[in-house]
Structures are given as structure tokens and as C-alpha cells.
């Protein structure tokens, strides 16, 4: 007596719960992982851009112009590496530079 038991469609079904598991699982945890790098190095450009620009633009007043510029670089720099820019977060991220560089502190006078 032949007892043979045919396990291509077991095999097929463990494949594709193991594809369904990458998709579910893996892929969306590697692009968030990409995301937060590519975020890691925004909050670089936007540093050191609010850094040149203060130190270009000395007069006072200059602050939305500077703005402007920050976020024409970053947005230059995310074009070119294929980064995706969320204009809002990039300006929080220059706020937030800005404070890092103790520059919300720069009118007042300490004695």
C-alpha cells in the first residue's frame, strides 16, 4: 500500500504565510528605520544651515529671510538624496536648532 502524501500546497501555504509575515512586519519596521536615519540626518542640515545663516546674516531682522534659506537648503539637500522633506517638522527642527545654538538668548545681557 502507497501512503505518499503530496506536500506541495502545505509548502505553498508556509511561503505565503511567510511572505504575508514580511510584508506585515518587516518591511514597515525597515522603512520607519530608514525614516528615522534620513530624520537623524535632516536635523544635521538644519543645524548647521541655522548656524551658517546666522553667521551670514548678522543684522537684525534677517530672521524670516534666514528661514528661507534654511529650508531652500534642506530641501535642496533632501532632493538630492531622495528624502522625502515635511516642511512643518523642518521648521520645528530649525526652532529647535535655533535654541540649541542659544541663540533665543541672544538680546539679553547677562552681567
Do not use: H
Amino acid at each position: 500500500m502507497n501512503t505518499s502524501i503530496d506536500l506541495t500546497q502545505i509548502v505553498i501555504c508556509i511561503i505565503g504565510l511567510i511572505a504575508a509575515l514580511i510584508t506585515r512586519y518587516a518591511i514597515p519596521y525597515f522603512k520607519s528605520r530608514t525614516t528615522d536615519q534620513q530624520w537623524a540626518i535632516i536635523e544635521r542640515w538644519v543645524y548647521v544651515a541655522v548656524s551658517a545663516m546666522e553667521t551670514i546674516y548678522t543684522e537684525s531682522g534677517m530672521g524670516e529671510t534666514k528661514k528661507a534659506e534654511v529650508i531652500a537648503f534642506v530641501q535642496k539637500m533632501c532632493d538630492q538624496y531622495g528624502f522625502k522633506m515635511d516642511t512643518d517638522a523642518v521648521e520645528l527642527a530649525i526652532q529647535e536648532a535655533w535654541d540649541a545654538l542659544g541663540l533665543n538668548n541672544k538680546s539679553k545681557i547677562t552681567v
